[in-house]
């Protein structure tokens, strides 16, 4: 299995990027896609996730400015990053799991490696 990140980037505040997930290896429509957080002297956090059936999660620090989306056909899991923040600085991974999300990071079997997101003020 291979998780492809991409889209990270530097922005000012109030700005927006797309971050990209592509999947390989997997059955795609079958798997809850995640996209965690991790910034610097801080925990990793989950961010947003959709599961198989198309019901998604939202961190409360992100619910309103980010929005999850996947593409069955293309095998890619989007997050559409709107009105960003300093505080939103951070490297991004995507995540893979059978069916339904969840919390813990422990729970997804599958990582792509991180594209960092730099919001400057």
């Known amino acids: 299995v291979q998780l492809q990140a991409s889209g990270g980037g530097l922005v000012q505040a109030g700005g927006s990027l797309r971050l990209s997930c592509a999947a390989s290896g997997l059955t795609f429509g079958s798997y809850a896609m995640g996209w965690y957080r991790q910034a610097p002297g801080k925990e990793r956090e989950l961010v947003a996730a959709i599961n198989s059936g198309g019901s998604t999660y939202y961190s409360p620090s992100v619910e309103g400015r980010f929005t999850i989306s996947r593409d069955n056909a293309k095998n890619t899991v989007y997050l559409q990053m709107n009105s960003l923040k300093p505080e939103d600085t951070a490297v991004y991974h995507c995540?893979?799991?059978?069916?339904?999300?969840?919390?813990?990071?422990?729970?997804?079997?599958?990582w792509g490696q991180g594209t960092q997101v730099t919001v400057s003020s």
């Open positions: 995540a893979a799991r059978p069916v339904g999300w969840a919390i813990s990071e422990s729970l997804w079997n599958h």
